[in-house]
């Protein structure tokens, strides 16, 4: 198989054909590996290829699992696999290689994918560009001007190229969700507890990251989650599960639903008209399908709300540096760490154990008041972002002055849509479902009741049905191919 015959399957359609025997394992791999050889230099999304080790996986025989057999890529932050190298996009922790593989590696490795490399993320994932100061930066395969977004933008870049049709990703504030709209890619943020975080993290950034994927059909999305979500051994708590596979769901179309939408982020950034556009389109394919659609958003304390999401961040990261730092024997440094994080880890170190909680309590009380207004509602749909991706070097965190504080509200005036929901726990999902008129992807968030995915995967399923995506192919990568 050829590279531009496999990156035309989603990773269900690669799976059919290795469990048909049309095509190996080891086939696929050697497809993903040609294109990273391809198209890496474009799009610098890989960090690091796994041959040795996706060559012993294979030999070993893979596991009988939905995906066996597919080429997969791990993000550089968030994940352990034993004996790869992860360094969280980040000069102090370059080398530092993970000790075991975490519950939801293994969970990955038993489902069969084959993991062939490492994508890159800005350093510690404080950014929605990728573009550390180890690796550089990693550029949109619809526009190598532009970013493809962060933090899993290797994750997205890496997909949409059609280097692997699924990589692991992760969502922090919009990590998964913002690269995707990027990308023209499906980006679930799963429910706070729906999918394992031990035995390495009680809960990462205090409950405000999820670990899951990026990938390119709903089908592949669902197939996924029915086969990593669960609780862990030793978890102290999880979401309750579904009644049914969410792979069934996307085959039954919703109930009438109740959707809010809103054009209007929380902090009042402006958003870009071509956006806007698309969201009315979306409203009005809604409403074609026979949904009731109000706008209406809830209301929230968005200076009390940055001040609690800015406290957790610096205080996670600062502990995140510690730990690894001494497995390395390395002191944090404004030599080893951009001008954002190094701000960050000086927050964090003079942060109050009773600043800490007060920014827990803030948290609660704004997922008790969102919670209250999805009482009334079945989802709610906002754009993903405000704004198209940005050029490289936009938004460089490492430039002078780029403290904490004033970094992100920078970047929370092009992305102010995706937080609230790693703030409340609940489930989001961006959807390719719109372009711009220079044929940039834009994506629309629709995010539901705490632990309720199915019913995102039930008006998934239906929207890419009425709006198919997977015709779309990155022009820019179409012409280095």
């Not at 990773?11 to 086939?27: D, F, H, I, R």
């Not at 190298?85 to 922790?93: F, M, T, V």
């Not at 102010?416 to 479902?433: D, E, H, I, K, M």
Request: glycine share 8%; aromatic share 8%.
């Amino acid at each position: 198989m050829n590279f531009t015959e496999y990156s035309r399957y989603d990773a269900t359609g690669l799976a059919e054909l290795v469990n048909k025997k049309e095509v190996t394992p080891k086939e696929l791999t050697e497809a993903a590996l040609e294109g990273v050889k391809r198209l890496n230099p474009a799009i610098n999304a890989v960090v690091q290829t796994l041959v040795e080790q996706s060559d012993q996986e294979i030999e070993r025989g893979l596991p009988n699992g939905p995906f066996t057999g597919v080429p997969f890529l791990i993000k550089e932050l968030g994940i352990q696999a034993a004996g790869v190298p992860i360094s969280s996009g980040s000069r102090l922790l370059d080398g530092l290689v993970s000790a075991n593989d975490d519950e939801l590696m293994r969970r990955f490795k038993k489902a069969g994918l084959v993991t062939v490399g490492t994508t890159t993320t800005p350093e510690f994932g404080y950014n929605f560009t990728t573009e550390s100061v180890l690796h550089g930066p990693t550029r949109n395969p619809w526009d190598i001007e532009r970013s493809a977004g962060g933090s899993s933008g290797g994750a997205a870049a890496a997909v949409a190229a059609g280097i692997v049709p699924i990589a692991h990703a992760n969502d922090g504030a919009g990590s998964i969700r913002v690269p995707a709209s990027y990308n023209g890619l499906i980006g679930f943020k799963p429910t706070r507890g729906r999918v394992p975080t031990g035995p390495n993290a009680a809960e990462p950034a205090y409950g405000r990251s999820a670990s899951f994927a990026i990938t390119r059909s709903i089908r592949d999305t669902a197939v996924l989650l029915d086969y990593v979500s669960g609780p862990d051994v030793g978890c102290y708590a999880w979401a309750e599960r579904a009644k049914r596979p969410y792979s069934q769901e996307i085959h039954s179309p919703p109930r009438r639903l109740r959707i809010a939408w809103s054009a209007h982020p929380q902090n009042d950034a402006p958003v870009n008209e071509e956006v806007l556009r698309v969201l009315h389109q979306t409203v009005k394919l809604c409403e074609d399908l026979g949904h009731e659609m109000i706008e209406a958003s809830p209301a929230v304390d968005e200076e009390r709300h940055s001040l609690a999401a800015l406290r957790i961040k610096a205080a996670y990261t600062t502990s995140s540096i510690n730990q690894a730092a001494a497995k390395l024997n390395r002191i944090p440094s404004e030599e080893n760490l951009e001008t954002a994080i190094w701000s960050a880890y000086q927050i964090g170190q003079s942060l109050k154990a009773t600043e800490l909680l007060e920014a827990f309590q803030i948290q609660n009380i704004i997922s008790r008041s969102v919670g209250e207004f999805f009482t009334n509602y079945d989802v709610l749909l906002t754009p993903t972002a405000a704004q198209l991706p940005p050029l490289i070097g936009e938004l460089d965190m490492n430039a002078p002055g780029s403290d904490m504080q004033t970094f992100g509200k920078r970047i929370f005036n092009y992305f102010p849509f995706t937080r609230l929901f790693n703030t409340t726990g609940q489930p989001a999902v961006s959807l390719p479902l719109g372009w711009s008129r220079s044929g940039l992807p834009i994506g629309m968030q629709f995010a539901g009741c705490f632990a309720d995915e199915s019913t995102l995967f039930k008006l998934a399923g239906q929207l890419e049905q009425a709006c198919p995506w997977n015709e779309k192919l990155p022009l820019a990568i179409l012409q280095v191919q």
